[in-house]
C-alpha cells in the first residue's frame, strides 16, 4: 500500500506577516514567500503550512477573516497565491492553508447582516449571556445596540458561527473546494474543537480544553470533519487536514482522526512536556497507543519558542535543549512540525514595548498577559540593516527585531558548521534518508538515569536531559549529535542518532 506523503512529513510554518516582506511595508507577503521558497527546500522540508492571508482587519493577525474567498492586499492578490502555489510544487514542496471554521471577522458580509438585525442564526446570539469567558480574557459576550448578546470564545471582533445552522456547513465545504481547486494540498483547521458549543449554553465552572467541557469537543463536530473527508478524497494527490485540537487526554485527541474523519490532529501534549525523559516517554506511548499517524511539534506561532521554554529551570541550556528535543522528535514515528525561526534557534522576544504589541490578549488582558508577540518577531536573513534582511533597505518590521537576531540570522549561519541552521539541515537530510528504510514502529531501549533510549530498525535515539553524561548504547557508528560527544559519553542537554547492525 502506498504510504501518503504527510504521514512522515516534515512541514514548516510559516506566519506569513513575518517570513519575508518582498512589498516594502514592512509586514510579510506571499510574494517574499515565494522568494524564499529556494532556502526551504534547502532546508529540506516537505511542506510549508501558511497562516491565514485573507482579507481581514487584523484585529488577530489574521485569524479574524473577513472573506474566505480572497487575498488581503497586506499580502498580495489573488494571482500571486496561485504563483506561490506553482513555485512551491516546483520545489517539490506541498502548501497547506490555514481555515478558520470556529469564527469570522466582525467584518464579515454575514455579521454586518446581523448586526442589521438579518440572519442572525449563522452567529451565536443570545438574550442573555452565559458565564462564559475569552480564552484572551474577559467575558465571551458582547451586547448589541438592540439588546442581545453575540458569542466570540476570542476577541470581540472574532464572533462564532452557529454551526447548528446547515448554511454553515455549506459554506464551508464550499471554501474549502474554492482552495482545492486552486491546488493546495491541505488545510491546519483552526480551534477545530471549538465549533459546536453543548445546546443551551450552560454556565461553566470550568473552561480548560476538557472532553466534557461545553464549550469546547461537542461530538457533532465529527460529522463536519467526516464531510469535509469526503470531499477531500475527491481530490487527486491525497489532499489532507490537521487539526488544531487541544484536549485533556490523547483519547480523545485519537477521536478527531478515526479512518474516516481528519488525517491528523497537532500532539500539544508533545510541546507542553518540560524536560524530563519520564513526560517524553509518557507523551511517546500514549500518542503511538492511541493515534494512527502521530504528530509533534515543539513551537508554533500562539507558544513561547521552545528553545526559551527550556531555559525557565536552567538558564543557558535552552539552545542546547533544543536541539537535542528536534533529534528527538525527528527520529519518532509521524510527521513532525517545524515553526519558522526555530531552525535559527530564535528565542522568544520577552522585552517588546507596550507600543510595540498587538496581540488581543495583551489587550483584553489589560497587559497582564504579554501575549503571542514574543514569537512572532520577523525573522532576521540579514545581520545588517532596518530589518535585518526582511524588509527592503530603509523599511522597519511591524515588530522591532532585538539586536541579538543580527547573530542568528540566516547569513550569520549560513555555511558555518555548527551552526544552528546547518545542524537543522543536516538532521533532516539523515531523515529523508532514513525514510522508507526504517519501521514505523518505535523500540524502547534501556535507559541511564536521566536519559531516554530508543529504536527504530538500525536507528537508536538517545537524549540525556539528566545532569550527568551517561554512556551510549551499542552500536556502530554516529550519524548526528547534538552535541560533542566524548569516550562514549553523551553529556547533559543532548541526543544522538546512532546506527546499529
Given amino acids: ?279 517524553f516517554k509518557k507523551v511517546i506511548d500514549e500518542t503511538l497507543a492511541t493515534v494512527p499517524f502521530a504528530t509533534w511539534v515543539l513551537s508554533n506561532h500562539d507558544v513561547v519558542r521552545h528553545r526559551t521554554r527550556y531555559e525557565v529551570s536552567d538558564p543557558g541550556t535552552g539552545l542546547m535543549r533544543a536541539k537535542a528535543a528536534l533529534l528527538a522528535m525527528l527520529a519518532l514515528p509521524g510527521s513532525a512540525y517545524l515553526y519558522q525561526g526555530e531552525e535559527l534557534g530564535l528565542p522568544e522576544v520577552t522585552d517588546l514595548p507596550p507600543e510595540a504589541r498587538q496581540d488581543p490578549v495583551f489587550f483584553q488582558s489589560e497587559g497582564k498577559l504579554p501575549g503571542r508577540d514574543g514569537c512572532r518577531v520577523p525573522l532576521p536573513w540579514s545581520s545588517e540593516g532596518d530589518s535585518l534582511g526582511f524588509s527592503p533597505d530603509g523599511v522597519r518590521p511591524w515588530l522591532p527585531q532585538p539586536e541579538e537576531f543580527a547573530a542568528l540570522s540566516v547569513a550569520s549561519q549560513d555555511g558555518h558548521p555548527g551552526s544552528t541552521l546547518e545542524f537543522y539541515r543536516q538532521a533532516l537530510a539523515c531523515r529523508r534518508e532514513l525514510a522508507g528504510v526504517i519501521p514505523y514502529t518505535l523500540e524502547w531501549l534501556d535507559s541511564p538515569e536521566g536519559a531516554l533510549f530508543f529504536a527504530r530498525g538500525s536507528l537508536i535515539c538517545a537524549i540525556n536531559c539528566g545532569t550527568e553524561a551517561v554512556r551510549l548504547p551499542a552500536h556502530d557508528n554516529v550519524l548526528l549529535a547534538s552535541g560533542p560527544l566524548t569516550d562514549g559519553l553523551l553529556p547533559p542537554d543532548s541526543a544522538v542518532w546512532l546506527h546499529a547492525g
Fill in 1 to 279: 500500500m502506498e504510504i501518503p506523503w504527510w504521514r512522515d512529513a516534515v512541514v514548516y510554518e510559516i506566519y506569513v506577516r513575518s517570513f519575508a516582506d518582498a512589498s516594502g511595508d514592512g509586514v510579510g507577503d506571499l510574494v517574499g514567500v515565494r522568494e524564499r521558497l529556494p532556502y526551504l527546500r534547502r532546508l529540506g522540508v516537505d511542506a510549508v503550512w501558511l497562516t491565514p492571508f485573507y482579507p481581514s482587519p487584523m484585529a488577530d493577525g489574521g485569524y479574524d477573516v473577513a472573506d474566505y474567498r480572497g487575498v488581503d492586499p497586506l499580502f498580495g492578490t489573488l494571482a500571486d497565491f496561485e504563483t506561490l502555489i506553482h513555485d512551491a510544487h516546483q520545489h517539490g514542496l506541498k502548501v497547506l492553508v490555514d481555515i478558520v471554521p470556529n469564527h469570522s471577522s466582525s467584518a464579515h458580509p454575514w455579521f454586518q447582516e446581523a448586526l442589521r438585525g438579518e440572519r442572525r442564526d449563522r452567529y451565536m446570539f443570545a438574550d442573555q449571556p452565559n458565564n462564559w469567558q475569552s480564552t484572551f480574557s474577559g467575558p465571551a459576550w458582547t451586547q448589541v445596540p438592540d439588546g442581545q448578546w453575540y458569542l466570540h470564545l476570542f476577541a470581540p471582533e472574532q464572533p462564532d458561527f452557529n454551526w447548528r445552522n446547515p448554511e454553515v456547513h455549506q459554506e464551508f465545504l464550499d471554501i474549502l473546494k474554492f482552495w482545492l481547486d486552486r491546488g493546495v494540498d491541505g488545510f491546519r483547521i483552526d480551534v477545530a474543537m471549538g465549533l459546536y458549543k453543548a445546546e443551551g449554553l450552560p454556565d461553566v465552572k470550568d473552561q480548560s480544553f476538557k472532553a466534557a467541557s461545553p464549550v469546547w469537543g461537542q461530538p457533532e463536530v465529527h460529522e463536519v470533519y467526516r464531510n469535509w473527508r469526503k470531499l477531500l478524497d475527491t481530490y487527486p494527490g491525497r489532499r489532507m487536514a490537521v487539526g488544531e485540537v487541544w484536549t485533556d487526554s490523547s483519547a480523545d485527541l485519537a477521536l478527531y482522526v478515526r479512518p474516516d474523519e481528519l488525517h491528523q490532529s497537532f500532539n500539544f501534549a508533545w510541546l507542553q512536556a518540560p524536560w524530563s525523559p519520564t513526560a
